[in-house]
Nanobody, 120 residues
Framework: QVQLVESGGGLVQAGGSLRLSCVASGSIFSIHTMGWYRQAPGKQRELVARILDDNMRNYADSVKGRFTISRDNAKNTVYLQMNSLKPEDTGVYYC??????????????WGQGTQVTVSS
């Protein structure tokens, strides 16, 4: 089993910054993809950013140029640096990892979510 624990959410004014962290633990052989999703009230969960094991990154158009995703494989940790935050960035941010629990078994796991609130 694999557990993901997020931290770093909170309340910030528009234009401010936050840094989210997500640490994976448990039966981990390697982690293929590490990503962040968010869900605003009344909306579907959407991809914010993801980083593959070759360091290729994808971002939602709405966060390009403002958010940066990075990973530390030695710590099984993914980060999301969020700058120039806007009220529309408000939501619950979820960490999602595609984890190899052995060389042949790939499964995805979710964290419990961390609230980000941006005030205008």
């Amino acid at each position: 089993q694999v557990q993901l624990v997020e931290s770093g959410g909170g309340l910030v004014q528009a234009g401010g910054s936050l840094r989210l962290s997500c640490v994976a633990s448990g039966s981990i052989f390697s982690i293929h993809t590490m990503g962040w999703y968010r869900q605003a009230p009344g909306k579907q969960r959407e991809l914010v950013a993801r980083i593959l094991d070759d360091n290729m990154r994808n971002y939602a158009d709405s966060v390009k140029g403002r958010f940066t995703i990075s990973r530390d494989n030695a710590k099984n940790t993914v980060y999301l640096q969020m700058n120039s935050l806007k009220p529309e960035d408000t939501g619950v941010y979820y960490c999602n990892n595609y984890v190899y629990t052995d060389p042949y078994t790939l499964k995805d796991y979710w964290g419990q979510g961390t609230q980000v609130t941006v005030s205008s």
